[in-house]
């Protein structure tokens, strides 16, 4: 299980409004984008998602992050997976550790029943043959 995930805040460039800004600066330097597909969009829908193409032209181009984001957050998910391995691991040494020592604490009392048996069957053979001696 993952718990801990960072929410990041989506970048200006990616915002529709700001699409139109990013394309005429993209213009400016060299690089041709084709025109949105705003026009096909059937306004009707709820839910309208919107997604932008990139050639990867350059790793400088800034329409990169969300594939670097999505690198990034690959990255942080296996992390976090080896950590929860590790966690895991830790609390299975832990509970090893507590069961180790209640069988310690078992034993010693076993130990100690075993001892009071012996001492209590000595003195009984003992009482025996004193009793026995004296007739």
């Given at each position: 299980p993952v718990?801990?995930?960072?929410?990041l805040k989506r970048p200006?460039?990616?915002?529709?409004r700001m699409l139109s800004n990013v394309q005429a600066s993209s213009r400016r330097h060299g690089l041709s984008l084709p025109p949105p597909?705003?026009?096909?969009?059937?306004?009707?829908?709820?839910?309208?998602?919107?997604?932008?193409?990139n050639l990867q032209a350059t790793c400088n181009n800034p329409?990169?992050?969300?594939?670097?984001?999505?690198q990034v957050i690959n990255c942080q998910i296996k992390e976090l997976q080896?950590?929860?391995?590790?966690?895991?691991a830790e609390m299975e040494v832990?509970?090893?550790?507590?069961?180790c020592t209640q069988s310690m604490q078992m034993l010693q009392r076993w130990k100690k029943t075993y001892d009071n048996l012996h001492e209590f069957c000595v003195d009984e053979l003992?009482?025996?043959?004193?009793?026995?001696?004296?007739?």
């Open positions: 718990n801990n995930i960072n929410v200006a460039y990616l915002n529709p597909l705003s026009k096909y969009i059937n306004t009707m829908d709820e839910k309208v998602i919107s997604a932008v193409v329409l990169d992050a969300s594939s670097i984001s999505s080896q950590q929860g391995s590790a966690a895991a832990e509970k090893l550790k507590l069961d003992l009482e025996g043959c004193n009793v026995k001696s004296a007739n």
